[in-house]
């Protein structure tokens, strides 16, 4: 079965740049989109169609494609970004959704 | 305001079945594609179904392929899985979800998620 990769775990200082990776075959033909969720709560989509930024997200969340690897990038971290972060897309058919294995980002 | 509110998770023996339902207002339902996402206790996501605003289309995640059923009631604003056969690693907050992207699918809205324990 179709699977996207992400690392564990990202650390950063507040103020700084995070990325977060994730890998996945059938990338180059399908959109990715990422969620943030924060504990005890519903996961919040924070981009879409690979780069795009849904209303009320705020502009340091952006998102890029290359290949088969996508990127979230948070530039100037803030406390409350703190949170799990998941990418979603589809097979290479369009027709099954996945998740990525998820990745923690811990604000030191 | 888009509300998606999930009902009628519980604690449930291994074989045996629920039915959730996620009951939508604040947008035009019909005009939606819906689908369950759950989460068992400390994992990550796992997309279980989606529905067709009409039913026309109906995918399965092959962990519940044959177990499970997606249903929708365009009428009544309602959305429903109908879980048959419960194994313990169904066990897991399910959340209902908008699909809100064309060209691809994403979940822009979400319920607040309901709560299936499969224990004996």
């Known amino acids: 079965s179709y699977e996207l990769t992400q690392p564990p775990s990202v650390s950063v200082s507040p103020g700084q740049t995070a990325r977060i990776t994730c890998s996945g075959d059938a990338l180059p033909k399908q959109y990715a989109y990422w969620y943030q969720q924060k504990p005890g709560q519903a996961p919040v989509l924070v981009i879409y169609?690979?780069?795009e930024r849904p209303s009320g997200i705020p502009e340091r969340f952006s998102g890029s494609s290359s290949g088969t690897t996508v990127t979230l990038t948070i530039s100037g971290v803030q406390a409350e970004d703190e949170a799990d972060y998941y990418c979603q897309s589809a097979d290479s058919s369009g027709t099954y959704q996945v998740f990525g294995t998820g990745t923690k980002v811990t604000v030191l | 305001e888009v509300q998606l509110v999930e009902s009628g998770g519980g604690l449930v023996k291994p074989g045996g079945s629920l039915r959730l339902s996620c009951a939508a207002s604040g947008f035009t339902f019909s005009s939606y594609s819906m689908n369950w996402v759950r989460q068992a206790p400390g994992k990550g996501l796992e997309w279980v179904s989606s529905i067709s605003s009409s039913s026309s289309y109906i995918y399965y995640a092959d962990s519940v392929k044959g177990r499970f059923t997606i249903s929708r009631d365009n009428a009544k604003n309602s959305l429903y899985l109908q879980m048959n056969s419960l194994r313990a690693e169904d066990t897991a907050v399910y959340y209902c979800?908008?699909?809100?992207?064309?060209?691809?699918?994403?979940?822009?809205?979400w319920g607040q998620g309901t709560l299936v324990t499969v224990s004996s």
């Open positions: 169609k690979d780069s």
């Open positions: 979800a908008r699909d809100d992207c064309t060209n691809g699918v994403c979940y822009g809205h």
